[in-house]
């Protein structure tokens, strides 16, 4: 992405079912705080991780579920709109819905294996072919490890059709102290991504002053 990408003020958030829910709800709040309305798509894989590897847990419903996301964002009434899996009218699912960045995170395997195929069974894959033939920004965020050659011929393919494979893979350069600053970093650097401003991490050489002999 460059600075030319305007900045969006609605961004498709998908939350799939591989292990890392902290990162898709960090970003969450991260959306909010910074002004964007966010259309919210949980897969029933995810709200099962999600109870597992965190303290939040997600009700059944739609509306329940928008309540709880909504409040644990922070977010003003309206800013935060979820969506089940077989909304076909929800503004992702079509190309003439509102022209917004699709960001999976965290993106499942089986995710990224549909989106490579263009499969469309619910609304996340979806929303992700939408994003590929509209030529709309789509961050895929992985994190599933080892990756056989299926997974990196898919990332290969998707690569190719426009998507930004971005595995969450933080960095150690900012000296994290906790598990929070390691999420942190992979949300910093999707909202790069969307060209959105950030200060969950200090820019590369940004301190570079403070440690004249670079060790």
């Known amino acids: 992405m460059t600075s030319a990408q305007p900045v969006p003020t609605t961004v ?39 109870a597992t590897e965190t303290e939040l847990s997600l009700p059944g419903s739609v509306s329940g579920m928008q309540e709880v996301l909504g409040r644990y964002a922070a977010a003003k009434p309206g800013q935060v709109r979820v ?32 989106l490579a195929t263009g499969a469309s069974n619910n609304l996340i894959e979806r929303a992700g072919d939408v994003a590929l033939k509209e030529r709309r920004p789509l961050i895929l965020v992985t994190r599933e490890m080892p990756l056989s050659e299926v997974h990196l011929d898919n990332m290969l393919r998707l690569t190719r059709m426009g998507a930004v494979v971005m595995p969450a893979s933080p960095g150690f350069y900012h000296r994290p102290v906790s598990v929070a600053d390691l999420v942190d970093f992979v949300v910093a650097r999707i909202l790069d991504h969307l060209n959105l401003p950030q200060t969950l991490v200090p820019r590369w050489g940004r301190n570079r002053d403070d440690d004249p002999a670079g060790t």
Do not use: H
């Not at 998908?14 to 910074?34: F, H, K, M």
């Open 83 to 114: 969506f089940g899996r077989e909304d076909w009218f929800a503004p992702p699912a079509s190309g003439s819905g509102e022209k917004a960045p699709l960001v999976i995170c965290p993106c499942s395997t089986g995710t990224l294996s549909a």
């Open 12 to 50: 498709n958030l998908a939350i799939t079912g591989a292990s890392g829910a902290q990162y898709g709800l960090r970003l969450l709040q991260c959306l909010v705080a910074a002004g964007c309305s966010v259309n919210v798509m949980v897969s029933r894989a995810a709200q099962v991780v999600i």
